[in-house]
């Protein structure tokens, strides 16, 4: 698996390419969606496509020199990420719908998740401790409208 | 005596009820996040943004700046016992803290690190109080050349003189500074890369990337990291914390030399607390007559780089205040929480607002007694939260940030923001790019794509203009020189202070 990257740095390959991709991404996409007008009267699209250019010349330069020196992968903590992500997406999807107070039992329940080092009791125990001290922090301390439990039936 | 008044004018509005309290709220929350590895200003400040939105403009700024330097206090504990720094800044406190606390020493160097602290954010303090008013007035003279060039300067030091590849930095200012096009055009109505999503007319939010960036991404890189050593409690005892006769004569003048370059490299844009702290530690090493002492729990290796964070700290307020340029990260999101109030920093700040201004300043002599305070003899508390297990702690942090963002407009848009620059954040966490510059970039764009706008309106085009005025040629040629070192180091593949840690450890 990714032999092509024997003896060269994956890494800054990696970077670099992302870079290119979204510097000519941008540079495209503004210089069609908007006028670029010229240089005493700076249309809308030209601040953005000059800067697109730059962030691909940019990978060029970052990509380039690691095609001859070798270097390591990135390894990426997948459960954590997986598992962090996964909690603040569902939060965002629940909160409305359900109220603060179940989205912060959800999101504690899975972020937990990440490391598996607290049990069932302590995460209902931190997530209680954490829906209150919210709830009290924000809706009558702060007086911020939001709403602790939703009915959806 | 015209810093008379002003002290006087700061005086009666740091000493309000309502300052003291915020003050004292910010440096416990900002020694609390200093203490506890994981958690940093930064992600605090932002943290606390959509709560400052409700309260007084003077008592936000007070609260955020007291997080900010507060947390440069703590950082240093956890470096100290557990060789862990709490923040960035205080990884050089590992280098003679630790081994000093494995010699029975811990006490004395918890104590000496807070009155380095105290001394060099009292230096800072007093640099920053003579030189805002010198410099907010050569600032009034500033058109949009002037203003372009310092803005360049500033986002190509920080990019360039951070712990990361120079090029890389580059990268990430001009990705920020494309984040921060998304949004309404502020000279022609029309709406910049929104794809079709009415929520990013209004540009993506300065607190959900700051979030993702410092608080999630954090938060998914430390969750397998961060191990909690052990901590002997009963060690520190007041007894111990008495620095002898030795301890002090050999503090006092690396405590001063700290001060000065923390001083210096805060004032200057883009440098921040990190490198002070560790050039300060690579002249004590120099200067020293006996320089093997040092990693094996020199006194001096401590309260120098201490004072010179502290002292940076405070220094770095003169660009943020007076010219309205931040230097770090933490600056952008002060000047965010000011901006959202309705107050745009200038040099026009110190005569329209001056109970604010100096107000702040003030309140940073306050903080830093309340500190002194909160330290000293509160000490025993600090180093019992270091036991509260990191497993519990960052459920927290998530929750905190995504009911923090939530609440700023009730919108769950932002919270999707939230997560996908927290897992961009990680990526480029993987991929060695530094997430600082983004930031500052993001902040300073607009600003400077309207004034590059306005210079070459009025030039007719003419890119002279930034060459022909003396101040913003001057400039232009700092970040030419900057820019070229840059590269010149990333095809050798090395920053400054990787090279310089590399000696001194």
Redesign the interface.
Same mark, same amino acid.
Not at chain 1, 142 to 146: E, M, N, S
């Given at each position: 698996m990714m032999n092509w990257l024997h003896g060269k740095d994956g890494?800054?390959l990696?970077?670099g390419g =992302? !870079?290119i991709v979204?510097?000519i991404f941008?540079a495209i /996409?503004?210089s069609q969606h /908007?006028?670029l007008g010229?240089?005493?009267?700076?249309?809308?699209g030209m601040?953005?496509t000059v =800067?697109?250019y730059? !962030?691909a010349g940019?990978?060029v330069?970052?990509a380039l020199?690691a095609w001859f020196?070798s270097g390591s992968l990135? &390894?990426?903590?997948y &459960?954590?990420?997986f598992f962090?992500?996964l909690?603040? !997406?569902v939060?965002?999807?629940t909160?409305?719908r359900i109220g603060?107070v179940p989205?912060?039992f959800l =999101?504690?329940g899975l972020?937990?998740l990440?490391?598996n &080092?607290?049990g069932i009791i302590?995460?209902l125990v931190?997530?209680a401790a954490?829906s209150a001290a919210?709830v009290l922090i924000?809706l009558y301390g702060?007086?911020?409208?939001?709403y602790p439990f939703v009915w959806p039936f | 005596m015209e810093l008379l008044d002003y002290f006087i004018i700061g005086m009666e509005s740091a000493l309000s009820l309502s300052n003291l309290w915020y003050c004292f709220l910010g440096v416990l929350l900002g020694t609390l996040v200093g203490v506890l590895p994981g958690i940093g200003a930064l992600a605090t400040i932002a943290l606390l943004l959509p709560v400052t939105f409700h309260l007084d403009p003077t008592n936000a700024i007070v609260m955020l700046a007291g997080v900010y330097y507060g947390s440069t206090y703590g950082g240093s504990t956890a470096s100290i016992l557990l060789n862990l720094p709490g923040t960035p800044s205080s990884a050089v406190a590992c280098l003679d803290g630790y081994p000093m606390a494995q010699s029975g020493r811990a006490g004395v160097a918890l104590f000496m690190t807070t009155i380095a602290s105290f001394f060099g954010a009292t230096v800072g303090i007093i640099i920053l109080m003579l030189f805002s008013p010198v410099i907010a007035e050569v600032a009034l003279k500033f058109g949009a050349p002037e203003y372009f060039a310092m803005m360049l300067l500033g986002l190509v030091a920080a990019s360039t003189i951070s712990s990361g590849a120079p090029i890389k930095g580059i990268a990430m200012v001009v990705l920020g500074v494309l984040i921060g096009v998304i949004g309404t055009d502020v000279n022609s109505g029309m709406a910049r890369f929104s794809f079709g999503f009415p929520e990013l007319t209004d540009g993506i939010s300065l607190v959900a990337i700051a979030m993702g960036l410092f608080g999630i991404a954090e938060v998914i890189a430390s969750v397998n990291r961060i191990r909690r050593g052990q901590v002997d409690r009963k060690s520190i005892t007041f007894r111990s914390m008495i620095p002898t006769r030795d301890d002090w004569r050999r503090s006092w003048m690396p405590m001063i030399r700290g001060s000065a370059i923390g001083s210096f490299f805060g004032a200057l844009p883009g440098t921040g607390g990190t490198i002070a702290s560790f050039m300060s530690y690579a002249v004590e090493k120099k200067v020293a007559k006996d320089p093997s002492r040092f990693g094996k729990g020199a006194v001096e290796g401590i309260t120098g780089p201490e004072s010179s964070n502290n002292a940076c700290d405070q220094t770095a307020f003169i660009p943020t205040l007076t010219l309205g340029i931040p230097g770090t990260v933490s600056m952008a999101l002060m000047l965010g929480a000011l901006m959202i109030h309705g107050i745009s920093p200038g040099p026009q700040l110190m005569t329209e607002k001056p109970d604010l201004f100096w107000g702040l300043i003030m309140s940073f002599w306050i903080g830093n007694i309340m500190l002194l305070v909160l330290n000293i003899p509160l000490i025993g508390v600090w180093v019992r939260l270091l036991a509260v297990p990191y497993h519990m702690l960052y459920p927290a942090v998530l929750v905190l940030v995504c009911i923090g963002v939530f609440s700023i407009n009730n919108s769950t848009f932002d919270v999707w923001v939230v997560a996908i620059f927290g897992a961009m954040g990680y990526a480029m966490r993987l991929l060695d790019f530094p997430p600082a510059p983004l930031l500052l970039g993001y902040v300073l764009g607009p600003l400077m794509e309207e004034n590059v706008r306005r210079a070459l309106l009025i030039s007719r085009g003419d890119f002279m203009v930034f060459l022909e005025r003396p101040i913003s040629a001057t400039f232009i040629g700092i970040t030419v020189v900057l820019l070229v070192w840059a590269f010149y180091a990333s095809m050798r593949g090395k920053s400054v202070v990787t090279a310089m840690t590399e000696r001194s450890s």
């Open positions: 890494r800054d990696i970077a =992302l !870079l979204i510097g941008c /996409y503004a /908007y006028p010229d240089v005493s009267r700076m249309g809308p601040f953005p =800067l697109g730059v !962030l940019l990978g330069l970052i020199p020196r990135p &390894k990426p903590e &459960k954590p990420l962090v992500l909690g603040t !997406l939060f965002a999807l909160v409305e603060v989205a912060i =999101l504690t972020a937990v990440a490391d &080092k607290l302590g995460t931190l997530a954490l919210s924000f702060l007086g911020i409208p939001i | -």
